[in-house]
């Protein structure tokens, strides 16, 4: 199955407490560009990020957002200066044996108002975990988006085929037609030849040479031949699927390459407007293949 260049997907967890969202989009490009938007704090998962993205799409560029919700509410631990709080509780001792007799009792709330007694600090962050977490939520995303791509593909190639059908039933009547231009040049030459020489007998050798010649400069059964190859190629390359965006698109420059030749060989109206069709739908071919993967 081909695949379209263009396309979207999304996928929404929460893992821990914390809500991780990806969003993937994607348009034409000739390389693959993977551009990653993630906060500061988790840029270490992005080399991780861009390795998936590069093993599921071959070609476009293609953005990815990453944002987390309640990052913030991770574990915080709470831990007592010990050899402070015993300064302070010293210190806060002396001067009640200062101020006399009067009891005095340090009770822990008072030591905890001094600055640094109590320290809170973030848990330290298991980063190879939080990197799975995130890819694990992109897997899914990228299973959204390779629907989308998939889907979309798909129309790409009824649409490819239907227009190499149309080609094909031109390339015949190009080939249907070709004979008769010979065999109309030669009678034209033949009434042309009698009206200049008049009373003369013509020398029906010549009159088969002239219009062997012509013939030959007017043959394009070869090109026809080759067109309707590239067709079966083209065919042969959409069925078998995959990224084959690039490869399609030299095969239509050959579809070109012998439409202009049978254009050039031909003079005959009627072919003429048989090659511009056919080019039209080579243009058209050529376009959707530029949204392929």
Same mark, same amino acid.
Request: net charge negative.
């Given at each position: 199955?081909?695949?379209?260049?263009?396309?979207?997907?999304?996928?929404?967890?929460?893992?821990?407490?914390?809500?991780?969202?990806?969003?993937?989009?994607?348009?034409?490009?000739?390389?693959?560009?993977?551009?990653?938007?993630?906060?500061?704090?988790?840029?270490?998962?992005?080399?991780?990020?861009?390795?998936?993205?590069?093993?599921?799409?071959?070609?476009?560029?293609?953005?990815?957002?990453?944002?987390?919700?309640? $990052?913030?509410? !991770?574990?915080?631990?709470?831990? #007592?200066?010990?050899?402070?709080?015993?300064?302070? *509780?010293?210190? @806060?001792? %002396?001067?009640?044996?200062?101020?006399?007799?009067?009891?005095?009792?340090?009770?822990?709330?008072?030591?905890?108002?001094?600055?640094?007694?109590?320290?809170?600090?973030?848990?330290?962050?298991?980063?190879?975990?939080?990197?799975?977490?995130?890819?694990?939520?992109?897997?899914?995303?990228?299973?959204?988006?390779?629907?989308?791509?998939?889907?979309?593909?798909?129309?790409?190639?009824?649409?490819?085929?239907?227009?190499?059908?149309?080609?094909?039933?031109?390339?015949?009547?190009?080939?249907?037609?070709?004979?008769?231009?010979?065999?109309?040049?030669? $009678?034209?030459? !033949?009434?042309?030849?009698?009206? #200049?020489?008049?009373?003369?007998?013509?020398?029906? *050798?010549?009159? @088969?040479? %002239?219009?062997?010649?012509?013939?030959?400069?007017?043959?394009?059964?070869?090109?026809?031949?080759?067109?309707?190859?590239?067709?079966?190629?083209?065919?042969?390359?959409?069925?078998?699927?995959?990224?084959?965006?690039?490869?399609?698109?030299?095969?239509?420059?050959?579809?070109?390459?012998?439409?202009?030749?049978?254009?050039?060989?031909?003079?005959?109206?009627?072919?003429?407007?048989?090659?511009?069709?056919?080019?039209?739908?080579?243009?058209?071919?050529?376009?959707?293949?530029?949204?392929?993967?």
């Amino acid at each position: 199955m081909v695949k379209s260049m263009t396309g979207y997907g999304r996928a929404e967890e929460t893992v821990n407490g914390c809500t991780i969202t990806v969003e993937l989009r994607s348009v034409n490009n000739r390389y693959l560009d993977c551009n990653v938007r993630i906060p500061r704090l988790y840029l270490f998962a992005e080399e991780s990020i861009k390795s998936r993205v590069q093993n599921t799409i071959s070609r476009g560029k293609v953005d990815v957002f990453v944002t987390l919700d309640g $990052a913030g509410a !991770e574990e915080v631990r709470v831990s #007592v200066n010990r050899p402070l709080a015993q300064q302070y *509780a010293n210190a @806060l001792q %002396e001067l009640a044996q200062l101020c006399g007799p009067t009891a005095y009792r340090i009770t822990p709330e008072t030591l905890s108002r001094f600055p640094e007694v109590l320290m809170a600090e973030k848990a330290e962050e298991n980063v190879e975990e939080k990197a799975q977490d995130i890819c694990r939520v992109l897997d899914l995303a990228l299973a959204d988006f390779d629907q989308m791509r998939s889907r979309e593909g798909q129309r790409l190639e009824e649409d490819i085929l239907s227009r190499a059908r149309t080609i094909e039933e031109l390339v015949g009547r190009v080939e249907e037609r070709s004979p008769q231009t010979v065999s109309e040049y030669r $009678a034209k030459l !033949e009434a042309r030849m009698n009206e #200049v020489l008049a009373n003369t007998q013509l020398d029906p *050798a010549r009159i @088969l040479t %002239e219009a062997a010649i012509f013939a030959d400069k007017v043959a394009v059964d070869e090109e026809t031949v080759r067109l309707r190859s590239h067709i079966g190629q083209l065919r042969t390359m959409l069925d078998k699927g995959g990224a084959v965006g690039r490869k399609l698109d030299f095969l239509i420059q050959e579809f070109n390459r012998e439409a202009n030749t049978i254009g050039s060989k031909c003079s005959d109206i009627e072919i003429a407007r048989h090659v511009v069709d056919i080019k039209a739908e080579i243009e058209k071919i050529r376009e959707q293949i530029q949204n392929m993967e």
